[in-house]
């Protein structure tokens, strides 16, 4: 498909309200049509597709049977997306996705009222959910919520929590489970195969005998104690699932590609259900789109890709991926050592610890989408003697931060974690860029928190944490590829808390925590041809800081610039403390601190996609010039 799909239905309903008042014989037909664009423009943009495809019937029965945005929609994680933001008046920026100014791939307040939460990390609809129910009830509104989740994103403890409240609080809160049995990779863990049995093991109720049932439940002159009762023996004889001992009234499964299943489900749940309700809708990720449905990972995560063909461009890597690196470093060790063990919350491919588990499928453990969990499983399996590399990106691992603190740091158990996904991450913007990890770990007594320079410092440091068994140690890397550096047959063991240099000069010093090193080298070359001979050191660690290089640098040179894609508060931060309490301060000596702008915690503002955003050469140059207080039109040619 070259131009764009012919949507003459689509064409008429920009809006929800304009999709209300069409006949329901007409939403197949709106289906076919949204599907198509949606295809056409991820073919375009690149992005999240199989969760998007795997809910059109779902996202139009949602806007037609109920009066967004008034009544509120939620989606948790917000990849599937794309077909609600098609149909609530965006669709003609739709080929803006994940762009520089553009739409953004997940749910966002700023974006749309009728996207009434942001997301993109999982497993937080039912809560905010709730609050809005709650909220709602509060103000003797009749709106309804609607949280719909994925049977992914329902293995996080937090959807469990909200569950319990919901359940607890009898909350007018409509669930809607998409239950596709796809996570990123195949679901783990008992709870997917729970929703197997309840898939198959009830047969999909016929609308006509379920509308009896859910009318004897929900109608308004039913006595709800009496039902609840009767619910209940019921469950004792038949086995109510779990959702009904959670005080949610379990609808389903029933087939989420069929309005004919969706339709009158929703309108019932509408008109008569004043408490909680879980509608428990089975339906295909990828759905309507033959490539994605045969993909093992049904086009999760899509480049750009050609329609006809399914075929997507291919990104033709200068060097290997920091994950790549990593994953074989990691097999590399572990087959040096037996007691090295892998755990990934949900992410085998995207942390590349599917290559240890296809070498030590005993060793190796997907706990799914949680990461608290996965944290305090690694500490139990350090504190009996194993070495765990509990595999997370920085910005997941943000969910487990007290695990971090209470159950390894307080107590050290020496776990490991490499940080994929470190700093900038590009399209998927700042809910998931690699920000504050250096902040929150560089002040926990006792980590070793390590950055690499490149690829081959990150086969380095996978050896130096296999080998370091004093207490936790952390080492952070970069989404992408590497510079395509010499690499070493094995990682050697660092020096742990020793930085270097990699090259001296004499009056302006860059201190490089992480890659940044590269555009450090590069920024030297300019500011040695303007006269400002340039030291360059890497500094390897955050923690502990090796304090004799930062007074070398320190006492030889007028400036000391630090540069790190982080943000405030981490290594800049730990070097300036240290530079202030030890006087080194007093010598009139110029500080700058380059980090990660503001612009990537703060969700209103637009998304700077694929931007160092001053971190580069030309950033770090034109640094030096204004702390020297020399116009930048004295810069050498500080293009990137
Ligand atoms: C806290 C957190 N961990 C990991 C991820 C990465 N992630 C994004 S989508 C996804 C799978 C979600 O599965 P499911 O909820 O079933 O949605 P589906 O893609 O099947 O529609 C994962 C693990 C995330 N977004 N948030
Ligand atoms: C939606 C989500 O959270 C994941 O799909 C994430 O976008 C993966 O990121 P990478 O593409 O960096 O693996
Ligand atoms: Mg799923």
């Given at each position: 498909m070259t131009q764009s799909p012919k949507t003459p239905l689509l064409d008429k309903v920009p809006y929800p309200a304009d999709l209300r008042k069409l006949d329901d014989r007409d939403l197949p037909q709106l289906a076919r049509e949204v599907r198509d664009e949606m295809i056409d423009a991820v073919s375009r943009t690149g992005g999240h597709l199989g969760a998007g495809l795997g809910v059109v019937e779902l996202t139009i029965a949602i806007h037609s049977v109920f009066n967004t945005p008034e009544d509120r929609l939620i989606f948790d994680v917000g990849h599937q997306c794309y077909p609600h933001k098609i149909l609530t008046g965006r669709r003609d920026r739709i080929?803006?996705?994940?762009?520089?100014?553009g739409l953004s791939g997940f749910t966002r307040r700023a974006e749309s009222e009728y996207d009434p939460f942001g997301a993109a990390h999982s497993s937080t609809s039912i809560s905010a959910g709730l609050g809005m129910a709650v909220a709602s009830d509060l103000d003797k509104t009749d709106r309804r919520v609607i949280a719909v989740i994925g049977d992914g994103a329902l293995s996080a403890g937090m959807a469990y929590e909200a569950l319990n409240n919901a359940g607890a609080l009898d909350a007018r809160l409509i669930v809607i489970l998409n239950d596709n049995d796809m996570s990123i990779a195949p679901p783990t863990g008992a709870m997917s195969a729970y929703l197997a049995r309840l898939a198959s093991g009830r047969t999909y109720m016929g609308f006509r005998d379920f509308g009896k049932k859910l009318t004897a439940y929900l109608g308004k002159n039913v006595d709800r104690a009496i039902t609840r009762a009767v619910e209940h023996a019921r469950g004792y004889v038949t086995g109510g699932t779990m959702f009904e001992e959670m005080g949610f009234y379990h609808i389903g499964p029933i087939d989420g590609h069929s309005f004919e299943h969706l339709l009158p489900v929703l309108r019932n749940v509408r008109d008569n259900a004043n408490g909680p309700v879980l509608i428990h809708v089975v339906t295909q990720k990828g759905k309507g789109y033959a490539p994605a449905e045969a993909a093992a990972d049904k086009y999760h995560g899509v480049n750009k890709f050609d329609v006809i063909t399914g075929a997507q461009a291919k990104v033709k890597p200068n060097a290997p991926s920091y994950t790549s690196v990593f994953a074989e470093a990691l097999v590399q060790e572990a087959e040096h050592d037996d007691k090295i063990v892998g755990i990934t919350a949900a992410m085998p491919n995207g942390t590349g610890l599917d290559k240890l588990a296809s070498v030590f499928p005993s060793r190796c453990f997907d706990v799914g989408i949680a990461e608290q969990h996965a944290v305090t499983f690694a500490a139990g399996l350090a504190a009996e003697g194993f070495k765990p590399f509990a595999a997370l990106y920085s910005t997941f691992l943000q969910r487990a931060y007290d695990q971090v603190v209470h159950d390894v740091a307080i107590q050290g158990l020496p776990v490991r974690f490499p940080i994929d996904r470190a700093g900038f991450v590009g399209a998927d913007g700042p809910t998931h860029a690699g920000s504050f990890d250096t902040t929150f770990l560089a002040t926990l007594p006792g980590f070793v928190v390590m950055a690499a320079a490149d690829e081959a410092e990150l086969k380095h440091m996978v050896r130096t944490a296999a080998a370091y068994d004093a207490g936790p140690i952390s080492f952070r890397y970069p989404r992408g590829e590497g510079v395509g550096i010499e690499m070493p047959v094995r990682g050697e063991i660092l020096q742990i808390g020793k930085g270097r240099v990699v090259k001296e000069g004499a009056k302006v010093a860059l201190l490089s925590f992480g890659t940044r090193l590269a555009d450090c080298l590069l920024a030297a070359e300019d500011l040695d041809a303007a006269g400002l001979s340039t030291t360059v050191a890497d500094a390897r660690f955050a923690k502990p800081l090796d304090h004799d290089l930062i007074r070398q640098l320190a006492r030889h040179h007028e400036i000391l610039i630090t540069v790190e894609e982080g943000a405030v508060g981490g290594f800049g931060s730990q070097v300036m403390q240290f530079l202030a309490m030890d006087g080194l301060l007093d010598n009139g000596l110029k500080i700058r601190s380059l980090v990660m702008p503001d612009i990537w915690v703060e969700q209103a503002k637009p998304e700077v996609m694929n931007a160092h955003a001053g971190l580069d050469r030309a950033g770090i140059v034109s640094t030096v010039f204004k702390a020297l207080g020399r116009p930048a039109a004295f810069g050498v040619g500080a293009a990137g």
């Open positions: 080929r803006t996705l994940r762009q520089e100014g």
